[in-house]
């Protein structure tokens, strides 16, 4: 199951899919179905999130040189 | 030489010897042991060694052909003590001055011309001179709207690229560029070397202004350290000051003094006392563009991208935990429906069946009335013929026929011997 939207696009989804559990809406035949797309929309997110976070270490310290430079 | 007598017996003097008794005359009244003062305008001047002036009445007309001329002159032995005096004091002996000249008549024979050997110059009087031109150069430029001129000229907010108009032999220039290219920051300097005291000064840094305001720098800084008046004279040159003025181009000054400001100061867009304040003036201001604009920045942008990542953490971490409770709950919420389907069939089913075994019982109970056994034990029988059918009416047998009669503890034989129809 692929995931290739942005950020937003991809949180929308999630955001329907919870709000879709939430008001009842969720047959037992499309549970699982959504389930599985939340997860990996989850997982997807927190994915790229980790690439994000490894990227902005490695520019902190440049950063934190131009903003500590005395 | 021989003594001449005139026809009229009065003695004839030669031309020597008439100016050898003029020259004492004049010598015993205004000579060398009595000196005088004598106030008169410049008309000319010209050194060469020596100073030569030719001093006029004050206001005369240069056109009066009539108008009285001193012809002074100041040996170089005089000359060079009191030009360093004058220098030091910013004083210039220039066409039009009003000077006070101390010094006694001489006549220089060879040229028949009374002369003025000058010995001292007032220089308090030069002075006064120098102040009321300098106070009517201030009130002209201030008429035209030149002294606020330079000042509205926007400068950019990051004034690296700098043109500078200075001696690169001097401890201004070395003091103001020192300033600079020790900040850290990337100052470009683009020197436009001149002349920072003397006559040809005013001429040189007018043109360095010009140039650089051609050239596109974005601050035009004139620097020259501390000096007598007369060395920074120059800054007061009405030439340099519509120059600065008129520069579309911001012009800062760092021009050392410790008295009057030059009026180059006061026409500039920004004057330091120094050139190294005005370089320190200018590092700071690129250094607040650099706190704020660049560290300032730095420091927000580590705490934005802080804050965003730990707010899109907690949204993900979030959710994981909405969705799970939210599966969770729906779940439960169907095996809830399930199992209150499953206990109204279950109440359902037991209904039926206890209804089904009520029915059953009573149709049991009804039944029961008919049952054969019953009949028998009440003495009732039932005859079954030769065919072991059972024998409900006569026609089904004949005499003689052996039939079967069974009652409620067993059954017989017995033989139709006689048939009777019923009454």
């Given at each position: 199951m692929s995931v290739t939207g942005d950020w937003n696009e991809e949180a929308n989804e999630l955001n329907a899919i919870v709000a879709s559990f939430d008001e009842g809406e969720v047959s037992v035949d499309d549970l699982f179905a959504k389930l599985e797309r939340a997860t990996a929309i989850i997982e997807a997110l927190e994915a790229r999130l980790e690439t994000t976070k490894a990227r902005v270490e490695e520019l902190a310290p440049r950063i934190a040189r131009v903003a500590d430079d005395e | 030489m021989a003594s001449v007598e005139s026809s009229t017996g009065e003695p004839v003097l030669e031309v020597g010897e008439f100016y050898e008794l003029l020259t004492a005359q004049l010598e015993s009244a205004y000579g060398r042991r009595h000196p005088r003062w004598v106030r008169g305008e410049v008309a000319k001047v010209y050194e060469k060694s020596h100073l030569y002036v030719d001093l006029v009445d004050?206001?005369?007309?240069?056109?009066?052909?009539?108008r009285p001329v001193l012809n002074a002159h100041c040996w170089a032995s005089q000359w060079n003590p009191l030009k360093r005096k004058l220098a030091a004091d910013g004083v210039t002996l220039a066409p039009g001055a009003v000077v006070n000249l101390f010094g006694y008549v001489d006549l220089y024979a060879p040229q028949g011309r009374i002369g003025f050997t000058v010995t001292e110059i007032d220089v308090a009087g030069l002075l006064g001179d120098v102040a009321r031109r300098r106070q009517e150069l201030i009130a002209r430029l201030a008429g035209e709207g030149l002294l606020e001129a330079n000042k509205r000229v926007p400068v950019p907010?990051?004034?690296?690229?700098v043109g500078l108009v200075a001696s690169p032999q001097t401890e201004g220039y070395s003091d103001f560029t020192g300033q600079l290219l020790n900040s850290g920051y990337g100052f470009e300097i683009v020197l436009v070397a001149?002349?920072?005291?003397?006559?040809?000064?005013p001429a040189q840094i007018v043109r360095a202004i010009e140039d650089l305001d051609r050239h596109g720098v974005d601050i035009i800084c004139v620097v020259r350290g501390g000096g007598s008046k007369g060395d920074l004279a120059c800054f007061d040159d009405e030439r340099v000051a519509r120059a600065i003025a008129t520069s579309s181009t911001a012009v800062f000054t760092g021009i050392g003094h410790t008295g009057d400001e030059s009026i180059a100061d006061l026409v500039a867009h920004t004057r330091a006392i120094t050139p190294t304040k005005l370089g320190e003036e200018i590092v700071t201001v690129v250094a607040n563009w650099y706190e704020t604009n660049v560290r300032q920045s730095a420091r927000r942008l580590l705490d934005a991208s802080g804050a965003l990542l730990d707010e899109a953490s907690e949204y993900v971490a979030e959710r994981r935990r909405t969705l799970i409770f939210a599966v969770r709950d729906r779940l439960r919420a169907e095996q809830r429906h399930l199992s209150g389907v499953r206990q109204r069939l279950w109440l359902h089913s037991r209904h039926t069946l206890e209804s089904a075994t009520r029915s059953l019982a009573s149709s049991r109970q009804l039944l029961s009335a008919y049952d054969p056994a019953r009949r028998l034990a009440q003495g009732w029988s039932i005859v079954t013929g030769a065919d072991g059918q059972v024998v409900a009416?006569?026609?089904q047998v004949h005499s003689g026929e052996l039939i079967t009669v069974r009652v409620s503890d067993g059954s017989f034989a017995s033989t139709v011997e006689e048939m009777k129809g019923a009454p």
């Open positions: - | 004050a206001g005369s007309s240069a056109s009066d052909a009539k907010a990051v004034p690296l690229r001149t002349a920072v005291q003397g006559d040809a000064a009416r006569l026609a």
